[in-house]
């Protein structure tokens, strides 16, 4: 496993209208990490869909497409971008309710939480419509992946997009926490460092993602050993 590369952080289609906040991976990181980590025909779960970046991807490689999205437009967008081949891949919901859904056994989950700053006070997991904290927040992502560690194949991989964050100066050390919340499910395999290259990319201090958004970590997992 290579741990460093750069991608072109480069979004191949537009953010849909009526949209607002881009927080979508861009799909050549996705294709890189399928690529790597499954083979046609496999699986491949996001629980955190989005905008379906995964799911999407996942279907252009032959993959099974498998995930779940919180908020009902993205949730349509996805099912609509999709089509009608998939349009059951996707399930309208909480990740938080895994255990509720009728969903596949995965063969590998490429995902990306929703990003918590600390003292930010709103709640991720309800898209930063409730309050919560980033003690609970780590706790819910435990509890989600714990649900997703029920759904793999033995030899299944679970890979992380995630990044620290810079805020008003604090540095809240998110990929760190997401990887240890992770880790009471999954056996930790490595992170692999990912530079983001290219004209799109966010700005690297003060952007809405604050520092360190240059780079981004793929969190590497097995369900093999890990629970
Ligand atoms: C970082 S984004 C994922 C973006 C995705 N990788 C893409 O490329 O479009 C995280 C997503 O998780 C969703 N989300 C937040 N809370 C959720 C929950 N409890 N269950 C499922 N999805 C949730 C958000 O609505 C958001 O779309």
């Known amino acids: 496993m290579n741990t460093f590369l750069t991608l072109d952080y480069e979004q191949e289609t537009d953010l849909p209208s009526g949209f607002v906040d881009d927080v979508r991976t861009p799909e050549a990181y996705v294709r890189h990490f399928l690529r790597e980590h499954s083979e046609p025909g496999d ?81 991720p997991l309800e898209n930063y419509a409730g309050e919560s904290d980033y003690g609970r927040y780590l706790d819910q992502i435990g509890d989600v992946f714990a649900q997703v560690r029920d759904l793999a194949a033995p030899d299944a991989s679970l890979l992380v997009d995630v990044s620290n964050m810079k805020h008003d100066g604090e540095v809240t050390t998110l990929a760190w926490d997401v990887a240890d919340a992770v880790a009471e499910s999954f056996r930790f395999e490595g992170e692999v460092v990912v530079g983001w290259e290219g004209e799109e990319q966010p700005e690297r201090d003060g952007g809405s993602y604050g520092y360190g958004y240059d780079h981004s970590y793929c969190l590497v997992f097995a369900a093999e050993g890990g629970g």
């Open 43 to 123: 699986t491949v779960f996001d629980p955190f869909a989005g905008f379906g970046t995964t799911l999407a991807v996942a279907a252009e490689l032959g993959r099974v497409p498998a995930g779940v999205e919180y908020e009902t437009d993205r949730a349509e967008f996805v099912r609509d971008r999709l089509g009608s081949e998939h349009s059951e891949s996707l399930v309208h919901g909480s990740a938080l309710d895994l255990a509720d859904f009728d969903l596949p056994a995965f063969d590998c989950c490429l995902t990306s939480p929703p990003y918590m700053v600390a003292g930010m006070g709103v709640d």
